[in-house]
């Protein structure tokens, strides 16, 4: 707090902040929180655009540069999405969308299987619209866990999520605006990866072939979260398939008191 104070007080002094900006800022704020519900973090998505939740992540990857880099969790998370079974699927029947064959490994930081990992997944539809922003969607549409197996692995159907804009329609938008900044999102999955007696790990991964990958708006993307694009033939047709390496921190261990 001490080293927030100071920059703050710096930053007033640079500018020579005057009453009237001051004011707009604590009414900007109060926005801020007035547009926050149990469905959208306007909060969240202030730190995102800002360059501060990814600010945080690459701090923190830096720290442990084995394990997966962290990226941001958005604005859209909702907990308890439904439990899968083992090559079941996130979306529901009919879904539109470019079909996609998500699997993957979860093992420690030197490459040793993890069963019973928890992967929590979600993107948005075909649409660009996540559910808990659409009317059209049930709650959990394109959302749920899955549990790794014996050897680590996992593997689920779901579909391409597209790219899309960040919510543009309160005071993040008209912060956006006022930048001239790109609102775009490059496409992308979400994915919270935790396991007992290992650090979680709040990610995305991202499609390489996406005309937003070098502008995404929150600075999300990492090479090492970057795919790309593979197709093989299911039954559903030409399908996209991803194949991502998780690698999860053991949890700090405190020294047994003699």
Request: glycine content about 8%; overall charge negative.
């Amino acid at each position: 707090m001490t080293g927030l104070v100071k920059c703050l007080h710096g930053f007033i002094r640079e500018v020579d902040l005057s009453h009237s900006e001051w004011a707009k800022l604590l009414a900007f704020f109060y926005r801020v929180g007035d547009k926050t519900t149990e469905t959208r973090d306007e909060f969240m998505l202030l730190s995102d655009v800002m360059g501060i939740t990814s600010l945080v992540d690459l701090l923190a990857s830096t720290k442990n540069p084995e394990a997966t880099p962290a990226s941001p969790l958005g604005p859209f998370y909702l907990e308890n999405a439904p439990v899968i079974q083992q090559g079941g699927t996130l979306c529901r029947a009919g879904e539109p969308g470019i079909p996609l064959v998500f699997k993957g490994t979860v093992t420690n930081e030197h490459g040793v299987k993890i069963e019973n990992a928890l992967l929590d997944i979600w993107h948005n539809a075909d649409s660009g619209l996540y559910s808990n922003e659409d009317e059209t969607q049930d709650d959990m549409n394109n959302r749920g866990r899955i549990y790794t197996d014996k050897q680590g692995r996992f593997t689920l159907n779901t579909i391409r999520p597209k790219p899309y804009s960040v919510p543009m329609d309160g005071p993040v938008g008209d912060l956006l605006k006022a930048f001239e900044r790109s609102p775009w999102r490059s496409a992308h999955l979400h994915v919270v990866v935790s396991a007992q007696g290992y650090e979680s790990v709040i990610t995305e991964l991202f499609f390489s072939d996406c005309e937003y990958i070098d502008i995404d708006a929150v600075g999300g993307v990492r090479p090492s979260l970057t795919h790309e694009p593979s197709y093989i033939n299911t039954e559903r047709g030409e399908t996209l398939s991803i194949d991502h390496h998780f690698r999860l921190r053991p949890l700090c261990q405190e020294p047994a008191s003699l």
